[in-house]
């Protein structure tokens, strides 16, 4: 493993995911976010189901980060239940990987 995962959030509104996602890159906890500011999300909630915009960012950060920024998600993010999913990166081209982990802190 390269220690690295993909965090992926998603929220309603772009420029709120946009934003947070700033706020995560200054803080370290994240080198960086790739975000789709138009994603259609279909999901059941309260016994409904939904078919809504949202945006969606794919975080690059250290796997040792990733309770650090679901904490930040659960206390910033405007929905009940944020979606925050890490998945766990296998390889990659080894000078970005040490950037990622270069622009993170260590816990």
């Known amino acids: 493993m390269t220690g ?27 080198a960086c976010g790739q975000q789709v500011s138009a994603i259609r999300s279909i ?4 016994g409904e189901v939904h078919d809504d915009p949202e945006a969606r960012v794919a975080l690059h950060t250290r796997a040792s980060l990733v309770d650090r920024i679901v904490e930040r998600a659960n206390a910033e ?14 390889a990659g081209n080894p000078a970005y990987l040490e950037w990622v982990l270069s622009e993170t802190t260590e816990t």
């Open 77 to 90: 993010h405007p929905y009940d239940v944020p979606c925050v999913l890490a998945l766990p990166v296998a």
């Open 43 to 46: 999901y059941r909630w309260d």
């Open 4 to 30: 690295v995962v993909e965090v992926v959030i998603t929220a309603a509104d772009a420029s709120w995911l946009a934003e947070f996602t700033r706020r995560l890159v200054d803080d370290r906890l994240a």
